[in-house]
């Protein structure tokens, strides 16, 4: 099994930053795609940004150029970098990874954190 403790999550005025944290433990041999999802009261939940091992980042439009995915590799933990927040970014923040946990096979599973709150004054 592999678990994902997120944190970084709280309370920001409008224009201000967090950095949100996701981090793996279990049986894991690699990991290709981290990702961030968020899902605000009454909304679908939303891919906000994904990164690859091959190098390749994706963003929503709604967050272009505020948003920035990083990945460490030899912690198994993937970043969020949120800034000029506003407070349409407000939601529970998701972070999942799809995670290869045997050297000898070649299969991936994905898993979910737990969520953390962020929450953006005007």
């Known amino acids: 099994q592999v678990q994902l403790v997120e944190s970084g999550g709280g309370l920001v005025q409008a224009g201000g930053s967090l950095r949100l944290s996701c981090a793996a433990s279990g049986r894991i041999f690699s990991i290709n795609a981290m990702e961030w999802y968020r899902q605000a009261p009454g909304k679908q939940r939303e891919l906000v940004a994904r990164s690859t091992n091959d190098g390749t980042t994706n963003y929503a439009d709604s967050v272009k150029g505020r948003f920035t995915i990083a990945r460490d590799n030899a912690k198994n933990t993937a970043y969020l970098q949120m800034n000029s927040l506003k407070p349409d970014d407000t939601a529970v923040y998701y972070c999942?990874?799809?995670?290869?946990?045997?050297?000898?096979?070649?299969?991936?599973?994905?898993?979910w954190g737990q969520g953390t709150q962020v929450t953006v004054s005007s």
């Open positions: 999942r990874f799809s995670v290869r946990n045997k050297i000898l096979t070649a299969t991936y599973t994905n898993y």
